[in-house]
């Protein structure tokens, strides 16, 4: 959820009329931008898939990453007082596009965190969380401008705060999930990655002609002198 809103949110709806009648770009740069855009988030989506992969205990760190990240940003360029260069502008579009397949990862906690009786259920609530989260923002957001005389700049400035009440909420859940050495969430991770090398080695052990119980990791012989 915070993660995803924040691209979604601009490259849905607000992103273009921002950047062209608060931000002053022609039709041409902002296509530019949305299309860097599309890019970034290519790119950033494998690298993400191999963190998640291979640090499964720190995937909330790679998600309150991606939402202070994209956060900063934000708060950099709304504090101007006047519209900010391309430069600035082009990092705060590739920040905030990271969220998109970042929002991924939520699909991993649902993953591992659930029984398999429940796991449609997890991953429809995942699915949902961010395209939830954009809607409201871009509702709220079009009830800001439309009290604030529409697309100005200090009406965008106002409007785009409606994004950090949603990073608040989902940064204190993300946070929760973090546990401890000992605690459930962390056990079933670690129950996780034994059940997946011990599936692996069966697969081996069946490939090269060997047997072994289901579920179980053969044994290396013994070598007595």
Known sequence: MGTQFSITTFAL????PYLKS??????????????LSVIS?????PILGILTGRYPMRRSWLVLTIMVASALMWTIVLSR???????????LVVVISVGGPGSVIGFDYARTSNPSSAMGTAQGM???????ASL??????GVILGHMG???????RVAWMVQYPVWILASSVCSS?????????RQKAYTYGRFAKSFVATNNSIASGNSSPAGEVPKRPSHQA
């Open 13 to 16: 709806l607000w992103g273009v």
């Open 22 to 35: 608060a931000q002053g770009l022609d039709s041409t740069t902002v296509g530019s931008l949305l299309t």
């Open 41 to 45: 988030a290519i790119v950033a989506g």
């Open 81 to 91: 007082s006047e519209p900010s260069p391309l430069w600035l502008l082009t990092i």
């Open 126 to 132: 995942v699915n949902i969380g961010g395209f939830l």
């Open 136 to 141: 409201i923002v871009i509702q709220v957001m």
């Open 150 to 156: 529409g697309y100005t700049f200090d009406g965008f």
């Open 177 to 185: 999930l973090e546990a401890k050495p000992g605690e459930p969430s």
